[in-house]
Each structure stands twice: as C-alpha cells, then as structure tokens.
C-alpha cells in the first residue's frame, strides 16, 4: 500500500488550497478514506473522513471550510481547503482504514501547509 500526498505550502490566511493524495495497493472503493494533521507540539487530529458508502465527517474545527472527496477511478482522495486560519498550519497526513479482521490503516508521508502572511 502506497500513499502519496501532494498540494501542499504556503497559503495567506483566507485563502484556499487543495490536498491529493494518490494511493496504490488497495482495493480503493472498500476503504473508509481520511485526512489528519498534525501541528507542532499538538497530537494528531482527525480533519476530515470519507467513508466507503459515501458519508463524511469532519472535524469540529473545519466544519464549513474544508471538503473531502474521492475519485474512486482515479483512486484519489482530496481535501479542498478554504478560508484557512494560521491555526490550520500543519502536516497534513492521508489516511486509509481498510474494515477486516483484522483491520488495516495506512499513512502516508505527510504534506505541510503553513497559513500565513
């Protein structure tokens, strides 16, 4: 299982900025798919989820802001930001929970979005 991210950098705040993540090896449309991040000092923090039959979930600090998508032919999975914060700077990680017994996840490397002036 591969997972690549990319899309990530400088952004002024208010502005918007798009991840990708290209993941490999895995049967995409079974998978419950994510975005994470991580800022420095902080714990890992869900930022968006979209599960395999459809259903997203977001976390409380980006409600309203961000979108998570899929292009399951592509085997892609996106997370539109918009009208980012300073406090949105952070690795971004792509994540892929595979439901099994038992189950499987996978990281990718991680892409930093810094939000400032």
């Known amino acids: 299982v591969q997972l690549v991210e990319s899309g990530g950098g400088l952004v002024q705040p208010g502005g918007s900025l798009r991840l990708s993540c290209a993941a490999s090896?895995?049967?995409?449309?079974?998978?419950?798919l994510g975005w994470y991040r991580q800022a420095p000092g902080k714990q890992r923090e869900m930022v968006a989820t979209?599960?395999?039959?459809?259903?997203?979930d977001y976390g409380d600090s980006v409600k309203g802001r961000f979108t998570v998508s899929r292009d399951t032919a592509q085997k892609m999975v996106y997370l539109q930001m918009a009208s980012v914060k300073p406090e949105d700077t952070a690795v971004y990680f792509c994540?892929?929970?595979?439901?099994?017994?038992?189950?499987?996840?996978?990281w990718g490397q991680g892409t930093l979005v810094t939000v400032s002036t």
């Open positions: 994540n892929v929970r595979i439901p099994g017994f038992p189950p499987e996840e996978y």
């Open positions: 090896g895995i049967i995409f449309k079974s998978s419950d």
């Open positions: 979209h599960f395999r039959g459809g259903r997203t």
